[in-house]
Nanobody, 125 residues
Framework: EVQLVESGGGLAHPGGSLTLSCVGS????????MSWVRQAPGKGVEWVAA????????DYADSVKERFTISRNNSKKTLYLQMNSLNPEDTATYYC??????????????????WGQGTQVNVSS
């Protein structure tokens, strides 16, 4: 059974930091490009960041560029998202997803092969 299990969400103050983790199992994690996507209350799913299977190539949405860092440890089958300088607009459920990012920010369920269950991030003073 394929599983992607996120953790690390919670409450942060504006300007604060959080690190999300996602552990994969049931598939060859090291062979898949991975991304983080998010869904804010009442909004569609938004692509946030992507990393190639080799871990060397990354890409970010303009809204998080220079604030968020995506990384992975293939030996631990784990994907990370370091989030700095958080603001209330970052409040969302964050999902770890597997598969290539084909461009654009808007995301639909069919755009990625595997999805995690999500972890909630709330940024509030």
């Amino acid at each position: 059974e394929v599983q992607l299990v996120e953790s690390g969400g919670g409450l942060a103050h504006p300007g604060g930091s959080l690190t999300l983790s996602c552990v994969g199992s049931g598939f060859t994690f090291a062979s898949y490009d991975m991304s983080w996507v998010r869904q804010a209350p009442g909004k569609g799913v938004e692509w946030v960041a992507a990393i190639k299977s080799n871990g060397r190539d990354t890409d970010y949405a303009d809204s998080v560029k220079e604030r968020f860092t995506i990384s992975r440890n293939n030996s631990k089958k784990t994907l990370y998202l370091q989030m700095n300088s958080l603001n209330p607009e970052d409040t969302a459920t964050y999902y770890c997803v597997a598969g290539p990012h084909r461009g654009g920010v808007a995301v639909s369920q069919a755009d990625f092969i595997y999805w995690g269950q999500g972890t909630q991030v709330n940024v509030s003073s």
